[in-house]
């Protein structure tokens, strides 16, 4: 079977780790896949994992991306995949459209995958053209079929994405040199409650509700002190000086460590005490929750979206109230001195072969049906 991937790049994000851990088990079970995007720095890991990239800029936002469309078309006739499984808005635009100009006997079968909650119009409409439609969560198949009411509840499959479990387990934990090192580089750490607050800088991730909770626990005699792993993308440097700002105006500012992008997440998390998700907005999934709850620490979460569904599995007294910031602050007093451990083992469906086997399923449904 060969499977091509569509998504606008290969650079660090959310769609492209779960494409590469698709091929990476998809290629470690015998099966051919192609990727294709405008390249970035994924690619090696790509390629090492078995998949071949082929370098198509068919991910910008420009009416120019429908000038690809011809040309994807003819690499399709000349690829021959099984199945085509688009990843992202604009891609799925050039790769639906070439796709519907093929001769429909010889057209690959057609998956597209709803990674996140898209704007609701006709452009994220596309995502749900598949001939089948993977929804990453319960919440996010719900979403489908409420704002996109044409596509057929029989159309859309449940798929979260997963954890490897050989790396993120409850008995991981760092080595010495890198505990040595993280705290030379903060040692304002060192004898805190560490709330760590996971995820790129910008106000729907919820910081600004870390100065109500902090300010609490300080005022129980609480050392709690919150980190903040992300980094600040261009454009939302204004949003990090309010935040900055507010926790100076609360007399927080010696309660915060921002440490910018972490390439060692893995052992962030474990150093830290509890696991954050303050998300003003439900999110689609939440893979770092998913990865903390795995390495066998406590996650305290807003309980709605993908998030909410973890801690159902998990740990269900990590679901506070969405907004409820005394709420949060009086969950994280009673775990600083008795703090959770969350299920063990990781169950279905979020383990890597479980989304591995899930989405050979389905590719292996629309190819019988042909």
């Not at 749900?128 to 719900?142: H, L, N, T, Y």
């Not at 994405?161 to 580089?185: C, F, G, H, I, M």
């Not at 309010?242 to 926790?247: K, L, M, P, T, V």
């Not at 390495?295 to 269900?316: I, N």
Request: aromatic share 6%.
């Amino acid at each position: 079977m060969k499977i091509m991937h569509l998504l606008p790049s290969l650079s660090s994000g959310g769609v492209e780790q779960v494409v590469l851990e698709l091929c990476q088990g998809l290629c470690a079970r015998g099966e051919e896949n192609v990727v294709v995007s405008a390249g970035g720095s994924m690619v090696a890991q790509i390629e090492a994992a078995g998949a071949r990239h082929i370098t198509c800029p068919i991910g910008r936002k420009s009416i120019r991306s429908l000038f690809r469309i011809r040309p994807f078309r003819r690499l399709l006739e000349a690829e021959k995949p099984d199945i085509l499984h688009l990843h992202s808005r604009i891609p799925a635009w050039v790769g639906y459209l070439a796709w519907r100009k093929m001769n429909p006997a010889e057209r690959p079968a057609l998956v597209t995958t709803f990674h996140g909650f898209h704007s609701v119009n006709p452009y994220s409409g596309i995502m749900a053209k598949g001939q089948r439609v993977i929804a990453v969560s319960r919440c996010m198949k719900e979403h489908i079929l409420v704002h996109y009411p044409r596509t057929e509840a029989s159309r859309v499959v449940v798929i979260p994405n997963s954890v490897d479990t050989q790396l993120n387990r409850p008995d991981y934990r760092p080595d010495a040199a890198w505990l040595e090192k993280w705290r030379a580089q903060y040692p304002e750490l060192s004898g805190k409650y560490t709330l760590c607050l996971p995820g790129r800088v910008t106000r729907i991730k919820g910081a600004l509700h870390l100065v109500p909770i902090l300010r609490e626990l300080r005022a129980r005699g609480i050392p709690a002190h919150a980190v903040i792993v992300g980094e600040t993308k261009k454009g939302k440097e204004a949003f990090r000086r309010e935040a900055q700002e507010a926790f100076a105006k609360a007399g927080l500012s010696d309660a915060v460590t921002w440490t910018g992008h972490r390439s060692d997440l893995r052992d962030v998390l474990c150093v830290c005490d509890v696991t954050l998700s303050l998300t003003l907005q439900p999110e689609s999934f939440g893979k770092t929750t998913l990865d903390a709850l795995a390495l066998g620490r406590p996650v305290a979460g807003y309980e709605h979206g993908g998030v909410g569904e973890q801690l159902d599995v998990f740990l269900p007294e990590g679901r506070v109230r969405t907004g409820d910031t005394a709420a949060m602050a009086d969950k994280l007093a009673a775990w600083y001195s008795c703090p959770p451990v969350p299920r063990s083992p990781v169950p279905p469906p979020y383990r890597r072969a479980d989304m591995i086997d899930a989405h050979l399923e389905l590719y292996l449904q629309l190819l019988s049906a042909r």
